[in-house]
């Protein structure tokens, strides 16, 4: 990883040519949550302090002994503090004047719906949690939820919490090879899933998909299973429950476990860059201090607001955005099931005018996916209860920036381009919409108390280079799951004791941040990390394939679209239809996410002369560059007949 070299040829020259400048209202700075231009020399002055005082929003059992314990790689906050993310996300609210507020607003796909007031949602997580406690689920045992996108999962989550056990949420688009990987993995006993899900006016088997995942997964003794869809699905005795049944006689109150701080939180399986996804971990303490502050400041979080973010609940978004901030801020958050283009292309906006949405956040690829459908389908509906809108999951290319700001916010809202991982918990870049002057495509910069730089490959700072974080923060991941060492190689081997993302970027005279994307094996397609790896084992694993090697190729809306090259075996033949088998076989694997837009067939792949696959080359021919240095090569004839093949392929 260490040879990843920064992307040159990403138009940044372009980005940093934009010099279109958007200060914030003076309307809104004098209404916003955190408008005191102070704050950010404040919270460097001792970031410790800042988080503590952040911390202090919440309700603590115990309090800390330590606000933080530091030895690199390690961190541990507010060591000695006793808290309950249930109990901070619903108990708090139900004492006082939000008992009876929309806790939850949920539109499922075929346009049913419901809403959860906080009280509402206490009593069905109580009785969740009372129903796992009396089965035997105890405090650090890990529950592995793969559900769709209904009320049902984020009171499975809560009620995990509630008795102190970790949630492994899956998302609902894995395979059942993939589910299965993450159940073996996090050594789950008890899986919750749903008869199905509803998607684009079809059906996920969700069920049918468990089934299979736990054929081979022999360690888990308890499936409990939502109705959802209501189609049929085969129970399995002594193993299968429903969720009604499962929850039935169980008490109406399950007492918040008061848990450490740095107890495990959950675990949630993200892609790095070998072909084995890594379970991050999250602990209590500060995961909840970080996601809770970000969420209140850099969404400007007033009390009538209604917070919709469109994110997957299966993806760390969700997780932070959907569930954990906006409930422990005691927020009314939106939660839709489907896709945007149901039954029309105009869904998200009925949903912004149905509920009066203040605040949006989605990402750079679904914006994309709205400027090609066009300005028709936000014009039939009336998006004048909007505010804020925000942006998550790649760089977001100034063109998108400014339509969004437009056509979606009227030229009236802020758009909060934040930049954060699955490993880091909560956003770190950023802007704060009071404060922040933006700029479009940029991510603009850190979040008070938080310590980002860009270094050259010495480790100088520099104007373009990698990202890194040189101190700790409340959220950042505490390990991967049962892997330390790879933990320790993965982000903490590049530099001493700073934290290396894996990302690129530039800095301008501003010191704004420039996000460039990944330097290392992962790929970010429509927002989702997938590893070059991974596809590639899902490929190698056909009976019909020598070798593969796959890249993230530069695409309009989904920002990279996946390419394999494909050696096959010997007397196969690369043929249509095996291009299209191989297509539904990575599917397969890991799920429809990861299916590769080309396959590419060839005799041989461009090799150094010690055997190393040289990607950068392929990225050239499926990009349609003039092919970089290609000195290195063992065989150079190799890339000129590709690339030849490519085209006539493509034409
Ligand atoms: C939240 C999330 C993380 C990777 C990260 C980046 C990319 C995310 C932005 C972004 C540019 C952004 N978690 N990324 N947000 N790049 N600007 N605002 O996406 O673990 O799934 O992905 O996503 O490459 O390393 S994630």
């Known amino acids: ?45 001792n970031y410790v302090k800042f988080w503590e005082q952040r911390a202090r929003e919440l309700h603590w059992f115990k309090p800390w002994k330590k606000a933080l314990e530091w030895r690199p790689p390690y961190a541990k906050w507010f060591v000695g503090g006793k808290l309950n993310v249930s109990y901070n996300c619903l108990d708090r609210h139900v004492e006082g004047p939000r008992k009876t507020r929309a806790a939850l607003i949920w539109e499922g796909e075929p346009g049913d719906s419901r809403v959860l007031t906080y009280w509402d949602l206490y009593r069905e997580v109580n009785r969740f949690a009372a129903a796992l406690k009396r089965h035997g689920v105890r405090k650090g045992d890990r529950v592995t939820i793969y559900m769709p996108m209904v009320p049902e999962l984020p009171i499975a989550m809560l009620a ?78 002594g193993r299968d429950i429903w969720w009604d049944d499962f929850v039935k006689d169980a008490g109406a109150r399950c007492p918040a476990e008061p848990m450490d701080s740095e107890d495990l939180l959950y675990l949630l399986y993200t892609s790095g860059s070998t072909g084995k996804p890594k379970g991050i971990i999250h602990t209590t303490g500060g995961y909840l201090t970080g996601v809770t502050a970000t969420h209140k400041w850099i969404f400007d979080l007033h009390d009538d607001d209604v917070y919709w973010c469109t994110a997957d609940i299966g993806w760390v978004t969700g997780h932070s955005y959907i569930v954990y901030g906006p409930l422990a801020n005691g927020a009314t958050t939106v939660m839709y099931e489907g896709t945007p283009d149901y039954p029309d292309k105009d869904r998200f906006w009925r949903i912004v005018e149905k509920y009066g949405v203040t605040i949006c956040y989605t990402a750079p690829t679904a914006i994309r996916t709205f400027m090609k459908w066009g300005e028709e389908y936000p014009k039939r509906c009336d998006l004048s209860s909007l505010r804020l809108l925000g942006s998550v999951g790649e760089p977001i290319n100034p063109e998108a920036w400014v339509w969004y700001w437009k056509v979606i916010g009227g030229g009236r809202c802020p758009v909060v381009d934040t930049w954060w991982q699955t490993e880091t918990g909560h956003i770190l870049i950023t802007p704060l919409p009071g404060l922040t002057t933006l700029k479009p495509g940029s991510a603009t910069l850190p979040f008070p108390g938080v310590d980002a730089e860009v270094l050259d490959e010495k480790g100088n700072p520099a104007k373009s280079g990698y990202l890194v974080l040189r101190k700790p923060w409340p959220g950042m991941l505490r390990g991967i799951w049962g892997d330390p060492d790879r933990f320790v190689k993965q982000y903490w081997s590049k530099y001493d004791n700073i934290y290396f993302t894996g990302d690129g970027a530039k800095r301008d005279e501003d010191g ?110 499926a990009e349609g560059r003039a092919l970089g240095d290609t000195t290195t090569l063992a065989d150079p004839a190799v890339v000129a007949s590709l690339k030849s093949k490519y085209e006539e392929q493509e034409a």
């Not at 209202?25 to 404040?42: H, L, P, Q």
């Open 160 to 237: 995990c919490t509630r008795i102190g056990a970790a949630h492994s949420v899956i998302f609902g688009g894995f395979s059942p090879e993939a589910v299965r990987e993450r159940i073996h993995d996090a050594e789950s006993t008890l899986v919750i899933t749903a008869d199905g899900g509803y998607r684009r006016g079809g059906t996920v088997p969700l069920k049918k998909n468990t089934d299979e995942a736990l054929r081979g997964a022999p360690g888990v003794k308890t499936v409990i299973v939502l109705k959802r869809t209501g189609e049929p699905v085969e129970m399995q005795s």
């Open 1 to 45: 990883m260490a040879q990843a070299k920064v992307k040159a040829d990403v138009p940044i020259e372009a980005l940093l040519k934009e010099k279109r400048k958007f200060p914030p209202s003076k309307a809104f700075v004098k209404s916003a949550v955190m408008n005191r231009k102070t704050i950010y020399a404040e919270a460097q002055r």
């Open 512 to 621: 704004y941040f420039w996000l460039l994307g990944r330097v290392d094996d992962v790929m970010n397609v429509s927002g989702h990390r997938v590893s070059t790896m991974e596809v590639e084992s899902a490929l190698v694993d056909h009976k019909s394939v020598a070798e593969a090697a796959v890249i993230g190729k530069m695409h309009d809306i989904k920002g990279q679209a996946i390419a394999a090259f494909v050696t096959v075996k010997s007397g196969v033949d690369g043929s249509p239809q095996l291009m299209d088998e191989l297509k539904g076989h990575v599917a397969k694997k890991i799920g429809a996410l990861a299916r590769p837009d080309d396959i590419i067939f060839s005799a041989e792949l461009p090799k150094t002369r010690s055997g190393k696959i040289m990607r950068r080359l392929l990225r050239d021919i």
